[in-house]
């Protein structure tokens, strides 16, 4: 069976300093990965997705990237973060590119920033 | 453009009661929905999805979610509510002409009260 991995479970870093939060999934190959935050314990915010190795689209522009190096592995980085970049970051992987397919979300890192 | 409307941001109901959580939806083509739920500091889980056929939906833990297209909406029931479900609940929505992203609502705090 699939499973998606995230790590660290929760973060706290001070204004200004970098950021690598990471993401694999394990079971599948090829999936379409997803970057999400969520403010607030409410609405999800789509920040990238990925369909393959070394492709990434953004869809919100901010200080923050992400990158794709292996299959199954999705990281989210920033050089230097900002307040506003507090919440609860979601890594989610889906299928193929079926528009039916639902998406599999990992647990989360709450990134608290000081 | 698509879009994901929950009206209710707090939903209360009584044990052994049934529920339902509301959600509308609007998008191009053929749409595609889902139900997510999300329990505190963990990632959204997978419900159950329509993607064409039967109106009624049946999901996961007893859950279903009624399809209805003159209405645009795609409200998520259960016939006799648990403690135990009380969570986060998201409704999602992707159209048949998009293959990554899905719309997110912004969430029915749904609360099962003893």
């Known amino acids: 069976s699939q499973t998606i991995h995230q790590w660290p479970a929760t973060l706290v870093q001070p204004v200004g300093s970098p950021l690598s939060l990471e993401c694999t999934v394990e079971?599948?190959?090829?999936?379409?990965l997803y970057w999400y935050r969520q403010a607030a314990g409410r609405g999800l915010q789509l920040l990238f997705y990925?369909?393959?190795?070394?492709?990434i689209s953004s869809e919100v522009p901010q200080n923050l990237s992400a990158s794709r190096p292996q299959d199954r592995q999705f990281i989210l980085s920033s050089k230097k973060l900002l307040l506003s970049d507090s919440g609860f970051y979601l890594c989610a992987w889906s299928t193929g590119t079926g528009a039916d397919q639902p998406q599999h979300f990992g647990d989360g890192t709450r990134l608290s920033i000081l | 453009a698509q879009s994901v409307a929950q009206p209710e941001d707090q939903v209360n109901v009584a044990e052994g009661n049934p529920l339902t959580v509301k959600c509308t939806y609007s998008?191009?083509?053929?749409?595609?929905l889902f139900w997510y739920v999300q329990y505190p500091n963990r990632g959204l889980q997978f419900l159950l999805k329509?993607?064409?056929?039967?109106?009624l939906v049946k999901g996961s833990y007893g859950f279903e979610a009624e399809f209805n297209k003159s209405q645009t909406s795609f409200h998520l029931k259960k016939p006799s509510a648990l403690v135990s479900d009380s969570a986060l609940y998201f409704c999602?929505?992707?159209?048949?002409?998009?293959?990554?992203?899905?719309?997110f609502g912004s969430g029915t705090q749904l609360t099962v009260l003893p």
């Open positions: 079971g599948t190959s090829n999936p379409n």
């Open positions: 990925s369909v393959g190795i070394g492709q």
């Open positions: 999602a929505v992707r159209g048949s002409g998009s293959a990554r992203q899905l719309t």
């Open positions: 329509y993607i064409t056929g039967d109106n």
């Open positions: 998008v191009s083509g053929n749409p595609y």
